[in-house]
């Protein structure tokens, strides 16, 4: 089973990678770049089937360690 779990930062902190990625698209020239706020993607490759045991565990290990859950969020999107 694969898993994609998605941590961004919460809204109100703030992103000074996000600042100056934005800063350097806007120096490379290109248009319509409003702002930029980045984050971390994790695809996981699960054992097992049950999709209840799987959430569990990506939960526990966006608790733990994937995520710092004061300053980010998290998303858990599990496939087949």
């Excluded at 049950?50 to 990506?58: P, R």
């Amino acid at each position: 089973m694969k898993a994609r779990v998605t941590v961004t930062l919460k809204n109100g902190v703030l992103d000074p990678q996000g600042k100056a990625i934005e800063g350097a698209l806007k120096s490379l020239g290109i248009e319509g770049v409003g702002s930029v706020r980045q984050g971390k993607v994790f695809d996981i490759e699960l054992t097992g089937a049950d999709k209840a045991v799987a959430e569990a565990a990506l939960m526990a290990a966006c608790e733990k360690l994937l995520a710092n859950t004061v300053i980010e969020n998290y998303r858990i999107e599990i496939g087949a």
